[in-house]
């Protein structure tokens, strides 16, 4: 009942449906420890799996954002465009990380990463 509480509990859902594990993954798939990528991440989505639950039964929704049609579109229409910008940046955050930094090529990869960073945020409608 308390505006505070509930303006932070529908930020929290927001951002969780927002988070696709997919995605993550994605980005999971650059630390090159296998056990030390596995552990963290199998954390991670079970840690998404149970705040999604808890926000549920706070909210009384069998799923996030069940009372907000028009966002849960609005997320499924966003993330044809935004996800090749995650795939891009992948690739070039692991070119990145092979070349010496100050080399010409190196500035030139890093602009483009900054720019799918740009790219994602504003798609996604948040800054990070």
Same mark, same amino acid.
């Given at each position: 009942?308390? %505006? ?10 927001? $951002? &969780?449906?927002?988070?696709? /594990? ?7 798939? +650059?630390?090159?420890? @296998?056990? +030390?990528?596995? $552990?963290?991440?199998? *954390?991670?989505?079970?840690? =998404?799996?149970?705040?999604? @639950? ?8 069998? =799923? !996030? !954002?069940?009372?907000? %049609? #028009? /966002? *849960? ?8 465009? #935004? @996800? %090749?910008?995650?795939?891009?940046? #992948? #690739?070039?955050?692991?070119? +990145?990380? /092979? &070349?010496? %930094?100050?080399?010409?090529? =190196?500035?030139? +990869?890093?602009? &483009?990463? &900054? ?8 798609? /996604?409608?948040?800054?990070?």
């Amino acid at each position: 009942e308390r %505006p505070f509480f509930r303006t932070l509990v529908e930020n929290v859902e927001l $951002d &969780l449906a927002k988070a696709d /594990m997919g995605i993550a993954g994605l980005y999971a798939s +650059l630390v090159t420890d @296998d056990s +030390l990528r596995e $552990d963290i991440f199998a *954390q991670i989505k079970i840690e =998404h799996t149970r705040a999604c @639950d808890y926000i549920c039964r706070i909210t009384g929704e069998r =799923h !996030l !954002l069940e009372r907000s %049609p #028009v /966002m *849960q579109i609005s997320i499924e229409r966003r993330n044809p465009y #935004v @996800d %090749p910008l995650n795939f891009i940046q #992948v #690739v070039l955050l692991k070119r +990145l990380r /092979m &070349l010496a %930094p100050g080399t010409a090529e =190196h500035e030139a +990869l890093l602009d &483009l990463a &900054l720019a799918t960073i740009n790219g994602i945020a504003a798609g /996604m409608k948040t800054t990070g």
